[in-house]
């Protein structure tokens, strides 16, 4: 029999879906979930020991309510703080999210690599060690922004945003010494691809922007193989910690989202 079990992503926000979409694209035939503790939203301001506390007590939630093959923190904050924790408490593979420096630095011409992300992420000692292992004689600069991600949100929503807080936030970088250099920016949280379009058009030069999402989706394929899947897959479904917003239905929609619940 074909093994129904879910692919289970879980983030903030919608961020993760710049995850769940290359990994639609390598496995077409996976049952996926996608968790948004929209009730813990945004996890960039909150506090370390809050996020290390709240995620793996959810994710037990969750692995229990839909029996996943595999989770997937989609979300660099949640990942950079909690991942271990979430190990030690469930018995499933769990694949998390970090920042993309290594490609950043293969990417780089100039050297001079911008690092965006939540305020959290960009100061946790993991970014550190990222930066020391493959980018140690490069210059690594870094933001932290939480009105990007709400203008993803927003974004997802179809609102209209203004390219003024586009700008705004990459001063953050540019402004910075050396910043004028940046050839490479890596998006350092799982929103901001979705407004990779945005923030290049707002870029004072052209630079180049990595994420994480192709490489995990490639690690969670390669966990994955040799496992059965449905020949047609059930309806993905997406879930909300709070009441769901009605106009993402449409985005979740072309996701391939289309069913809609609450925890």
């Known amino acids: 029999m074909a093994d129904d079990r879910p692919l289970l992503f879980f983030d903030s926000g919608v961020g993760g879906l710049s995850v769940l979409a290359p990994t639609r694209a390598l496995l077409p ?14 996890y ?4 370390e020991d809050e996020i290390a506390a709240r995620v793996p007590a959810l994710l037990g939630r969750l692995a229990e309510r839909y029996r ?3 989770i997937v923190i989609a979300c660099n904050t949640a990942s950079t703080i909690a991942l271990g924790h979430v190990r030690a408490a469930l018995d499933v593979p769990i694949v998390g999210t970090v920042p993309a420096i290594k490609p950043a630095a293969l990417l780089s011409q100039s050297r001079v690599i911008g690092v965006l992300g939540t305020r959290a992420t960009v100061r946790q000692p993991y970014v550190d060690d990222l930066t020391a292992r493959f980018a140690a004689d490069y210059t690594v600069l870094r933001h932290g922004s939480a009105d990007l991600v709400e203008l993803a ?8 945003t203004d390219p003024a807080h586009y700008r705004a936030v990459l001063d953050g970088l540019f402004g910075q010494s050396g910043g004028e250099r940046i050839d490479v920016i890596v998006n350092a949280c799982t929103h901001f691809p979705l407004v990779e379009a945005e923030l290049a058009a707002a870029a004072p030069h052209p630079v180049a922007f990595v994420d994480g999402g192709p490489g995990i989706a490639r690690r969670i394929a390669y966990l994955s193989r040799g496992q059965e899947w449905p ?8 879930v909300f910690t709070a009441t769901p917003d009605p106009a993402l239905r449409p985005a979740l929609a072309r996701y391939g989202l289309t069913q809609i619940e609450t925890l």
Request: charged fraction near 20%.
């Open 231 to 238: 020949g047609t897959p059930p309806a993905g479904i997406a």
């Open 153 to 160: 949100e927003a974004r997802l929503r179809g609102d209209l």
């Open 44 to 47: 960039g301001t909150r506090s």
């Open 68 to 70: 996943p093959r595999l």
């Open 29 to 42: 035939s996976a049952p996926l979930v996608y968790v948004a503790d929209s009730a813990g939203f945004p």
